[in-house]
């Protein structure tokens, strides 16, 4: 098939680039900056130049192929995300880019909209397990972006064309967030968020690649993606290990943590999330986790 992917120099687009090249597609890369030709030919796709926020330019790009694959983030790193105005690239990419996306790619006669999401959309469930029919806890302001790119994810499938939404578990791997978790792990300064009882899914940036491609062979619908849940005491204790730091990597205190703001509140929440019906539907599989040995450099 014809794949364009947009965000494609970002961590998770440049993995998705590869699986789907791997996987014998064609691929174009769409980056909004020169400097991103290089990034997108390196992963073995084509390069084009544009306005992620135009949807005509866009129409251009996506003409003649099948599929579109949407990994377009900007996520900010650690605590610099409690500053003012730190989500606010992130928060226009998913109202304003990821709504053209869709609209570019109806108007092109694309058939397939693949489009990243995020399990932070779900409420704390504590040690209960979260499957795609869980009610989602977006009703604070900060949620709308997302709201609005899954409205648009939604709109795009009518007419015989389909949308597969990707709910993604919390990304590790080479990324800068990982990367400074792990800075701060071995220096022995506090870095986690939420209990040590509490539940995180992780998914590798390896294995979010690998469900881009899963995914083109999915219903339309709405899927989690992610590994085995674990405890964030059990991540605190891999975090050090990968980090070979002297001890677990630190929780912030709960007085701290109390003052976070809703943004990064969402990482305090117990997310024992389910990926059956994806793995179910695709045959999609985690390869590496969190207790896998070297998985920061993979």
Do not use: C
């Amino acid at each position: 098939m014809k794949i364009a992917v947009t965000g494609a120099t970002g961590v998770l687009g440049q993995e998705a680039v590869e699986a789907l090249v791997s996987a014998g597609h064609e691929v174009t890369g769409v980056t909004r900056r020169e400097r991103g030709i290089p990034v997108v030919e390196g992963r073995g796709a084509s390069a084009v130049v544009a306005d992620v926020f135009d949807a005509a330019a866009l129409e251009d790009v996506f003409a003649g192929h099948d599929v579109v694959v949407n990994t377009l983030a900007h996520v900010p790193k650690g605590m610099a995300a409690m500053r003012p105005l730190a989500w606010r690239e992130d928060d226009k990419l998913h109202m304003e880019a990821s709504v053209a996306i869709a609209s570019a790619a109806q108007k092109a006669g694309v058939q397939r909209l693949v489009q990243e999401s995020t399990i932070f959309l779900y409420p704390d469930n504590g040690d209960e397990w979260i499957g795609e029919d869980e009610p989602l806890s977006v009703r604070n302001q900060a949620f709308r972006p997302r709201v609005r790119e899954m409205r648009a994810a939604v709109d795009f499938a009518t007419g015989g064309r389909s949308a597969v939404i990707l709910r993604l578990g919390q990304l590790f791997g080479r990324d800068p967030q990982t990367t400074h978790t792990l800075k701060a792990t071995r220096s022995g300064d506090q870095i986690l968020l939420g209990r040590p009882e509490s539940y995180i899914t992780l998914l590798h940036h390896r294995d979010a690649g690998r469900a881009f491609v899963a995914a083109l062979g999915a219903r339309s619908g709405f899927y989690n993606v992610g590994g085995e849940p674990i405890t964030r005491g059990r991540w605190a204790k891999d975090l050090g290990t990968e980090a070979k730091a002297k001890g677990p990597a630190k929780f912030y205190p709960e007085i701290a943590q109390a003052v976070v703001g809703t943004r990064l509140d969402v990482q305090r929440r117990s997310l024992r999330v389910s990926s059956v019906r994806f793995m179910s539907e695709t045959g999609w599989r985690p390869l590496i986790g969190p207790s896998t040995p070297g998985w920061s450099r993979m």
